[in-house]
């Protein structure tokens, strides 16, 4: 007898030393994955981040809020925009994408364990990996990504495992209770529990699907791990029609199409205005001032792209293997670059520096213009109120000055050129700008397309 | 649990001058029934503002706050009590902890009446040619509240402009890859083609004729170029345009050679109140882009015939065109452009520019007053500001009129109204009233576009259009050629 014990007792240390070996190989797995997520983004893809940032415009208003809460996943979407902001600093950016990654595995484990009990941690990689897929599409932005880590987090709630537990062993005293009493009132009150808890199910999943979208329907899926959700089946069906409804009565509420309402309104941006990754990269080259790097990087890969061939001549003449003539010459007209996000920004910062203000002041609106969800854009705002300083457009200058002020990495920026609102003369002190005004003060008019 | 404290003024010092209070609401006139004006110091380092309004026959108001923010319901009083008198607006501004009283200043209450219930008007970023969201919407000028007629998102990638209503009818355009001329009449709604082959272009600028039939049209070749060292940004032509009617009952297009002259361009018509008169302006054709600056519009009228359709015999020239050297009466230079006459018939209001017809992108565009019976005219004076002052219309009573402006700042226009009295002067012009409208307008990165009073408001089932608009089912036009007959 004994000896069995000792058996039974060294098995089950064996069963509970594998069971952590595994868990801690699945999560080194995923530390090293996120470490991956992390370098992917931080040294291969900061175009793409810089871009996503440079698409939005995030302020610290109550308009702001209440813009994006007057829409199903306007929530999902303030927090995206709200994380995107700090693309401004690659490192950051990439920090976030590692723990949106890290925390979807985790999220995803919770549930699964439910289900799957013992390769829950490694089947739990596959949504954090389909989900880091999505994000390195450049028309899906954050908002679907946001969206589903909070559905996974919702979906949490019906699926915590000691919760279970104490609600089986409750609902089964309640049960061993009613058998043996047989009083109708415990069985009802009982029931009336148990509809009651339905009930707030299927308004959480209406309350979801406004906050996050269309993805909230992953919500129906909880009764499969919930024992407070029963029957199954018909709670999942009658959830599911919930979120139908949802989704029909929301697109009489809002200025959109009802497939886009069901695909998710700010899940894709379907207008392709963006620009070519390509693109993206020469002009964070640009606004780096990388121009050897620039050059070279021209001289291997010959881009189509009339934008990025603008940038490479202005390339070559900073680098010294252009004349000014040379460059002029070469600069096109902007009605033929003017045909994306990217190649506009690209190609305000090519005018810029060349002088052109008032080309320069146009490429950045037309570029704030394209971005497909109709979002205003920090970068364009800045420049534009750079152009509006040297052209003398004061108040211009400070209308967008003040609206920078809302917002987390314009700000200081946009303080220290409030100065030059209030007393326009000290543009001519301004090490660059002065130069820019001279420079369009002095050059005649011409007509560009 | 938070609990919020007033500041009330003490130790008040006094100043002799009119508070910079944003908008400029001093000395302004209002209708009864507008919504409240209110208002904030310009200085943003002013904390509270302590405004007391008081009528000259009897009511007061008394806010403390952040900014200027009158109670509906005690405002409506105050102003229709007031009504033909005058309310005396006090303010003292507290900033580090110090109060100032200002000098008070008035605000007149018109004894005419605004009968119109709100406007509607496009709001779009003034930008280049790539656009993003845009919408119509309606205003109810009672209150604050603003309502969605149709935005772009309803079909995507669409363009809404023009729109503008007539008796029971409203009508505007949808540009891109489902255009379309929507005209909802009587309940109605038909989607036209965009384009008509025999016209060679599309329906432009409309005009309701008064009796709800038939709709002016130009059509119009508009490209834009843009100047790489002016403060001015965009050059709008057109390089061909003419103007023709068309009726709403037998989808026909009519054309007139009177005004569909070869190497002329006709535009921006407008009928008379009467319905008698078709007003458009007129240009000889120029070479672009050398000769940009030398297209000058003048103002024409021919009669029209509702019962047939027909336009009259021959063409009157109501302001010529510049003759050469600026003579005395100014309006001999510049250009002509948005004739908007009032309902009574007496006035006619234009838009005037050094050249060309697209004025909001003019710094120097002002509006005029061409009086029908003197037929003298004037540039409003008391209006008009240093930047472009532009599309104008009136209300329906005729007393009341509204337009855009870029004062603010230069770019983003903003809709402003006054009236004009029996003098034939107008009053100072007051912008369109905000909840809080000095964080409103700074926020804003929206234009105010082609607005129109409307009686009452507008029922639109967006959804509905939005799908219409994707649709492609469209209602062809014809063409029937009314010379020679």
Redesign the interface.
């Given at each position: 007898m004994v000896m069995k014990t000792v058996v039974k007792n060294e098995s089950k240390i064996k069963k509970e030393r594998r069971r952590e070996w595994k868990s801690n190989l699945a999560i080194t797995v995923i530390a090293l994955l996120a470490v991956g997520v992390f370098c992917y983004w931080r040294f291969s893809h900061v175009h793409i981040m810089a871009a996503r940032e440079q698409s939005q415009l995030f302020?610290w208003?109550p308009?702001y809020f209440t813009e994006r809460l007057a829409v199903p996943g306007g929530i999902a979407q303030y927090i995206g925009e709200f994380l995107v902001q700090f693309f401004v600093s690659p490192t950051y950016g990439a920090l976030i994408y590692a723990a949106l990654f890290l925390l979807s595995w985790w999220l995803s484990w919770i549930i699964l364990r439910n289900i799957v009990q013992r390769a829950a941690a490694f089947l739990a990689i596959f949504p954090a990996l389909v989900l880091w897929w999505l994000s390195t599409d450049i028309y899906i932005p954050m908002t679907p990504i946001v969206a589903t880590v909070l559905a996974l987090g919702a979906m949490c709630l019906y699926a915590n495992k000691e919760a279970n537990k104490k609600e089986t062993s409750v609902s089964k005293r309640a049960e061993a209770l009613t058998s043996e009493n047989k009083t109708v009132g415990t069985a009802a009150r009982s029931s009336s529990l148990s509809f009651s808890k339905q009930l707030l199910f299927f308004c959480f999943i209406a309350v979801m699907y406004w906050l996050i979208g269309p993805i909230a329907v992953l919500l129906v899926l909880c009764p499969l791990f919930s024992s407070a959700l029963r029957p199954r089946c018909l709670i999942s069906a009658v959830g599911l029609l919930v979120f139908a409804f949802c989704v029909v009565g929301s697109?009489?509420l809002t200025?959109?199409?009802?497939q886009?309402v069901a695909r998710g309104i700010d899940y894709h941006w379907?207008?392709p205005?963006l620009g070519t990754e390509q693109e993206m990269a020469y002009d964070l080259l640009v606004r780096q001032g990388k121009w050897a790097k620039l050059a070279e990087r021209y001289k291997h890969e010959r881009p189509e792209s009339q934008a990025i061939q603008n940038a490479a001549a202005l390339a070559y003449f900073l680098t010294g293997q252009m004349s000014e003539g040379e460059l002029r010459q070469l600069l096109s007209s902007?009605g033929k670059v003017?045909n994306s996000q990217a190649s506009?920004f690209l190609i305000s910062e090519v005018y810029m520096h060349t002088g052109?203000v008032?080309?320069s002041?146009?490429a950045a609106?037309?570029g704030?213009?394209?971005?497909p969800n109709?979002n205003?854009s920090g970068r364009a705002l800045r420049r534009l109120t750079e152009t509006a300083l040297i052209?003398?457009?004061t108040?211009?200058a400070?209308?967008y000055i003040?609206?920078l002020r809302?917002t987390t990495f314009y700000r200081s920026w946009a303080n220290k050129m409030l100065p030059y609102t209030e007393q326009p003369d000290r543009i001519a002190q301004h090490p660059t700008y002065s130069h820019l005004r001279d420079v369009?003060a002095h050059?005649?008019?011409?007509?560009?397309? | 649990m938070f609990l919020s404290c007033t500041s009330v003024p003490e130790n008040v010092s006094t100043v002799d001058v009119v508070p910079a209070i944003y908008p400029d609401y001093t000395s302004v006139t209002i209708p009864v029934g507008i919504a409240p004006l209110n208002f904030a110091m310009q200085d943003d380092s002013v904390t509270t503002v302590d405004v007391t309004v008081s009528g000259t026959k009897g009511e007061t108001i008394h806010v403390n706050g952040d900014y200027a923010d009158f109670p509906l319901d005690a405002w409506h009083s105050l102003v229709e009590q007031n009504r033909g008198g005058q309310l005396t607006v006090t303010v003292c501004a507290e900033r580090n902890g110090q109060w100032t009283q200002y000098k008070s200043f008035p605000i007149y209450v018109s004894s005419y009446t605004l009968d119109d219930w709100g406007v509607t008007y496009r709001r779009i970023?003034p930008?280049?040619?790539?656009?993003?969201?845009m919408?119509i919407f309606q205003r109810d000028l009672s209150t604050f509240e603003e309502r969605?007629l149709?935005?772009n998102?309803?079909?995507?990638?669409m363009c809404i402009n023009c729109h503008t209503s007539g008796p029971q009818a409203e009508l505007f355009h949808v540009r891109g890859e489902h255009g379309a001329t929507v005209i909802s009449s009587n309940g109605k709604v038909e989607l036209l083609q965009a384009r008509n082959d025999s016209l060679g272009g599309s329906m432009v600028y409309p005009a309701w004729h008064p009796g709800g039939r038939y709709v002016a049209f130009s059509t119009n070749k508009t490209s834009?170029?843009?100047?790489?060292?002016?403060?001015k940004?965009i050059?709008v032509y057109d390089s061909s345009s003419d103007v023709f009617i068309y009726d709403t009952q037998t989808h026909q297009i009519l054309r007139d050679t009177l005004t569909m002259r070869l190497l002329w361009a006709e535009n921006t018509p407008a009928f008379s109140a009467d319905g008698r008169w078709l007003y458009y302006t007129t240009a000889r054709r120029q070479v672009y882009?050398t000769d940009?600056d030398r297209e000058c519009y003048s103002l024409c009228r021919v009669a029209f015939d509702e019962k047939t359709g027909r336009l009259g015999e021959s063409v009157d020239t109501i302001a010529p065109p510049p003759t050469g050297d600026v003579q005395k009466d100014s309006i001999q230079k510049g250009s002509i452009t948005w004739p908007r006459l009032s309902s009574d018939g007496r006035y006619l209001m234009f838009t005037r520019t050094d050249y060309g017809y697209f004025s909001i992108w003019h710094p120097e565009a002002d509006l005029w007053l061409l009086d029908l019976q003197t037929m003298k005219s004037r540039p409003l004076d008391e209006v008009n500001s240093p930047r472009s002052d532009s599309f104008h219309n009136w209300s329906h009573d005729g007393h009341w009129f509204l337009f855009t402006s870029r004062r603010?700042?230069?770019?983003?226009t903003r809709l402003y109204f006054s009236a004009i009295g029996p003098d034939g002067r107008a009053t100072k012009p007051f912008l369109l009233p905000q909840r809080n409208p000095k964080r409103y307008y700074?926020?804003s990165?929206y234009s105010y576009n082609t607005p129109e009073f409307i009686t009452a408001p507008l029922h639109f089932d967006?959804?509905d259009m939005?799908?219409r608009i994707?649709a492609a089912e469209r209602v062809p036009t014809t063409t029937r050629n009314m010379y020679g007959q």
């Open positions: 302020l208003t308009e697109s009489w200025p959109y199409p009802l886009k379907d207008m205005l902007s003017l506009a052109l008032n080309m002041q146009r609106f037309e704030m213009e394209a971005i109709h205003k052209t003398g457009q108040d211009i400070r209308k003040g609206i809302h369009y050059t005649s008019d011409a007509f560009f397309y | 970023a930008s280049y040619e790539i656009y993003s969201r919408g969605t149709l935005q998102t309803q079909s995507p990638g834009q170029m843009f100047h790489t060292q002016k403060t940004r050059e882009p940009y603010d700042d230069g770019l983003y700074s926020l990165m967006a959804r939005g799908r994707d």
